[in-house]
Nanobody, 124 residues
């Protein structure tokens, strides 16, 4: 069992920055990849970014590429999402997710654990 707790959401003006954090606890001795997804009102949950067990293995949705950066700490139990040049369309609840295994996935159905979500609101 892995518990994920997100933090760092909030209200920011367009063009601003936020950094989300996701702390994992529990069965973290096994290798696991982590991802960020988001869900806006009335829309389906969509992939944002993911990082493998090896930190250089990352992948981004086209909509955030060049603006967002995913990383994880040396202990590999905390993952971050640095969000720059935020746009109103980035407004959503952002969820952290973890899946056992070293490789990331774009598919939310392949993740084993989810955080409670953190709200990001970008005003125009």
């Amino acid at each position: 069992q892995v518990t994920l707790v997100e933090s760092g959401g909030g209200l920011v003006q367009a063009g601003g920055s936020l950094r989300l954090s996701c702390a994992a606890s529990g069965r973290t001795s096994s290798s696991f990849a982590m991802g960020w997804f988001r869900q806006a009102p009335g829309k389906e949950r969509e992939f944002v970014a993911a990082i493998g067990w090896v930190a250089y293995s990352t992948y981004y949705a086209d909509s955030v590429k060049g603006r967002f950066t995913i990383s994880r700490d040396n202990a590999k139990t905390t993952v971050y999402l640095q969000m720059n040049i935020l746009k109103p369309e980035d407004t959503a609840i952002y969820y952290c997710a973890a899946k056992y295994g070293s490789r990331w996935s774009l598919k939310h159905g392949e993740y084993d654990y989810w955080g409670q979500g953190t709200q990001v609101t970008v005003s125009s």
